[in-house]
């Protein structure tokens, strides 16, 4: 390799446990993570992850940990405001029958605590409440700042600190802002047992029901379903105050304050039994998250020197294609391959890092943004329209074996490692 011996990870989430795991185990560097939090964050609720990300988790090795903490159920079912279902499909049979892999739902916080022991396992140091201050370039180095006065030294800095990295701002790319999509979420994790009886047995996998101000999404989140995660994703307009922290804390404090009595209005003409049971979940609910959904616009400037940026440090999605983890997975299998190359050096390979993963990344950007799209508001025709073309869609591909093809699927069978260098 490259002269890299020592690593330096930001960021102790999924990509910076992920990363660190497969560069000390598969190209035998030492990696320190630095996570500013004093200890493994909560943040987040249940996220999906498809055949491609969950293929390279089993080589990390952690795959059968995390089905033990997921819902693996993959039948996507499309509900009616009017009543009925407007259509079914599993949306990675094919992927799952080319990759042995399909579908998990599950928390992030269960994510974090298997990578996590899977990383302290291997002896790999983790460092809680440090705060990165700056970054200097040395003799044939990288050198860290934190803000306790401390400082390392490394061969490679990794930024693995999400859409607000600071490494990004400090270092690699200051003028990269993010961007408000347009698309805010409410989310909640409910326990089945507070739920009226049968109502979890009719959750056989993913469940969605649009409506004229956006989309309702529900999906058990633990293997025996006794955790159920519902998403409400709407078109939702920036505060006065723009995108300031406090604009969005004092929408935050009105959304849940008045989130119950605006979304049972918004469900107020809808009938059926799945109906009844989204007002069950949404009555049921006693703690609502409100999230504005951020992006970074992409062309960013992914390294710099000794510094490469990895997940949505790099290039942070809508998370409607289900493909945030799977992302950062791919950035560090692809770094993992060429830094086993010891002929190039290591501006060689950030240079062909990104080459390489720019017209993956741009395709699942594109694909996420356009099923965020069919969150935005609309009248009672749009939302007639919409659900038409979807059940169109669904029974079309059926009868007609369009499924068997791969169509909408092929994206999942996509393998990092097989990726030419």
């Known amino acids: 390799m490259p002269g890299i011996r020592k690593a330096i990870i930001i960021g102790g989430g999924p990509a910076g446990l992920a990363t660190a795991l497969r560069l000390h185990r598969h ?9 500013l939090r004093a200890e493994p964050t909560t943040l987040g609720g249940a996220i999906a992850i498809l055949s491609n990300g969950l ?43 080319q990759t042995g892999f399909g579908y998990l739902r599950i928390k992030r916080v269960d994510i974090v605590r ?11 140091e983790v460092r809680f409440g440090v705060r990165m201050k700056g970054i200097e370039d040395v003799n044939g180095g990288v050198r860290v700042l934190f803000e306790d006065g401390s400082s390392d030294t490394a061969d490679l800095l990794l930024g693995c600190d999400g859409i607000h990295s600071q490494v990004r701002r400090k270092y690699v790319d200051p003028l990269q802002e993010p961007e ?22 009719c959750m056989t996998g993913l469940h969605a029901m649009m409506t004229e ?22 078109e939702f307009a920036l505060p006065d105050s723009g ?8 929408h935050r404090k009105a959304e849940v304050e008045g989130f119950k009595d605006n979304l049972l209005r918004i469900l107020a003409g809808s009938r059926g039994e799945w109906s009844e049971i989204v007002k069950s979940l949404v009555m049921k609910t006693t703690v609502i998250k409100f999230h504005p959904i951020y992006r970074l616009p992409v062309g960013g400037q992914w390294y710099k020197g000794r510094c490469l940026l990895l997940g949505d440090a790099a290039h942070a999605m809508s998370p409607h294609a289900g493909q945030g983890v799977s992302m950062a997975l791919e950035d560090t299998f692809l770094l993992s391959r060429l830094l086993e190359d010891s002929d190039r050096s290591l501006s060689d390979v950030l240079a062909k890092f ?17 099923n965020a799209s069919t969150r935005r508001k609309t009248g009672p025709l749009g939302l ?13 591909s059926w009868a007609l074996g369009l499924d068997k093809l791969g169509l909408g699927q092929k994206h999942l069978a996509y393998d990092i490692d097989e990726a030419e260098l």
């Not at 940990?65 to 990675?92: E, P």
């Not at 298997?114 to 790999?124: Q, S």
């Open 354 to 370: 990104d080459d390489i993963r720019r017209p993956r990344v741009n395709e699942i950007y594109a694909q996420a943004a356009k």
């Open 243 to 250: 995108d300031s922290r406090d604009g969005w804390e004092e």
């Open 114 to 124: 298997v990578l996590l022991e899977a990383v302290k396992k291997e002896g790999i």
């Open 55 to 97: 293929r390279l988790f089993n080589r990390l090795g952690v795959y059968d940990d995390l089905l033990r903490c997921g819902y693996a159920g993959s039948k996507l079912t499309l509900h009616s405001m009017r009543g009925g279902v407007v259509g079914m499909q599993d949306s990675v049979d094919w992927a799952r029958e």
């Open 180 to 201: 408000y999509s347009g698309v805010a979420g409410s989310f909640s994790l409910i326990p089945a047992a507070e739920l009226p009886a049968g109502s979890v047995d």
């Open 384 to 396: 007639w329209m919409k659900e038409s073309a979807w059940g169109i869609i669904s029974n079309l």
């Open 27 to 35: 190209n035998n560097i030492t990696c320190v993570i630095y996570e």
């Open 213 to 234: 101000e956006g989309m309702f999404l529900v999906n058990p989140c633990t293997p025996d379903k006794d955790e159920i995660m519902w998403n409400f994703s709407r």
